[in-house]
């Protein structure tokens, strides 16, 4: 007996997905309209955005925002934006420090340490109003511009269902 109540409860956690199920992902260009389009949903569905980043430690993505609009049947549902950095918690964070040599005519050599840093934030969250086929439009921008200028980054944004 002991053992079955084990074994069911080891289904039942295995099977939750505390994050939630992941609907679609799609890579955000500064200025472009980036969209994830015809997902079915029904109502009362609870959709979140997450913010999947990578960058350098010291980067100024804290300034960088997002807009985002929610269409379900060519009527726009939902408008709004959101700083990428504004979530309730982070996921799959890690820092990686990086050498990079810098080579002269004259002279020694010099060596920089980058930390890099990557994680996933959660955003915003959207109750599904009714059943229907929705598409998400996400334009990210930042009114300072240096951003991708001085960093090589990368972000994207991920639908979720919970």
Known sequence: MKKNIAVLLVLVLASCNPIGETLGETPLFENTI???DDIELKKGD???FWSKVATRKDSSFLKYKMRYSISCEGKIVKYDSTYI???IHA????????????????????????KNWEFEIEN???EIPKDG???FDF?????????????SSSTSIIIRKK
């Open 34 to 36: 980036s969209s994830i």
């Open 46 to 48: 609870e959709v979140v």
């Open 85 to 87: 950095s504004d979530g």
């Open 91 to 114: 996921i799959n964070s890690k820092t990686e420090i990086d050498e990079i040599t810098h080579s002269f005519e004259k002279g020694k050599d010099s060596i920089e340490y980058a």
């Open 124 to 126: 915003i969250s959207f």
């Open 133 to 135: 086929k929705y598409n």
């Open 139 to 151: 334009k990210f921008y930042s009114p300072e511009m240096e951003f991708f200028a001085k960093n």
